[in-house]
T-cell receptor, first 115, second 116 residues
Framework: AQSVTQPDIHITVSEGASLELRCNYSYGATPYLFWYVQSPGQGLQLLLKYFSGDTLVQGIKGFEAEFKRSQSSFNLRKPSVHWSDAAEYFCAVGVGSNTGNQFYFGTGTSLTVIP | KAGVTQTPRYLIKTRGQQVTLSCSPISGHRSVSWYQQTPGQGLQFLFEYFSETQRNKGNFPGRFSGRQFSNSRSEMNVSTLELGDSALYLC???????????????FGPGTRLLVL
């Protein structure tokens, strides 16, 4: 069965520090991988996605993620965190077929940014 | 393009009532999926509609149902509400014009339902 694991429930970083959020997945075929961000009371905003090709993916707001097949990981990074990055981050695997699409979400990582 | 819109944004109901939530996808998108988000269970897939047909369904009781109209707008209905149905209900749309394979999902702001 497909699954997505985000091992860090909560992370606190100082503004200006670098950030890495971990994501591991379990899926038999080539995965479609996504990172979304959710601010309090809001929906999910797509940060970036990986379908194929270059394993280092650039997203919005200065985020990037690297797909590592050997480690079944898709970690999200940002070199310098801003206070506005405080939010909940979700990793997801997309599964498509003739009969339908489905997302499997991780449980999320809550990011706190301290001044 | 306008994003995914959901109405209403907030809703308060009492146990036993029923509720209908609405979702308008991004223009040109034909697939709509629904998710329930709660602090305890996280994000859980409810169902996906494409071309007015339910294509995929998550593990939820029959009290949860949906439909999609010819203009791709979708509604979700929950009957006989329970306290545990209190959640943020998110709608996502995707183009899915290729007919198979995965398309990126774009989410609406959600409808927050409180059941008293």
């Amino acid at each position: 069965a497909q699954s997505v694991t985000q091992p860090d429930i909560h992370i606190t970083v100082s503004e200006g520090a670098s950030l890495e959020l971990r994501c591991n997945y379990s899926y038999g075929a080539t995965p479609y991988l996504f990172w979304y961000v959710q601010s309090p009371g809001q929906g999910l905003q797509l940060l970036l996605k990986y379908f194929s090709g270059d394993t280092l993916v650039q997203g919005i707001k200065g985020f990037e993620a690297e797909f590592k097949r050997s480690q079944s990981s898709f970690n999200l990074r940002k070199p310098s965190v801003h206070w506005s990055d405080a939010a909940e981050y979700f990793c997801a695997v997309g599964v498509g077929s003739n009969t339908g699409n489905q997302f499997y979400f991780g449980t999320g990582t809550s990011l706190t940014v301290i001044p | 393009k306008a994003g995914v819109t959901q109405t209403p944004r907030y809703l308060i109901k009492t146990r036993g009532q029923q509720v209908t939530l609405s979702c308008s996808p991004i223009s040109g998108h034909r697939s709509v999926s629904w998710y329930q988000q709660t602090p305890g269970q996280g994000l859980q897939f409810l169902f996906e509609y494409f071309s007015e047909t339910q294509r995929n369904k998550g593990n939820f009781p029959g009290r949860f149902s949906g439909r999609q109209f010819s203009n791709s707008r979708s509604e979700m209905n929950v009957s006989t509400l329970e306290l545990g149905d209190s959640a943020l209900y998110l709608c996502a749309s995707s183009a899915r014009f290729r007919g198979m394979g995965y398309e990126t999902q774009y989410f609406g702001p959600g409808t927050r339902l409180l059941v008293l």
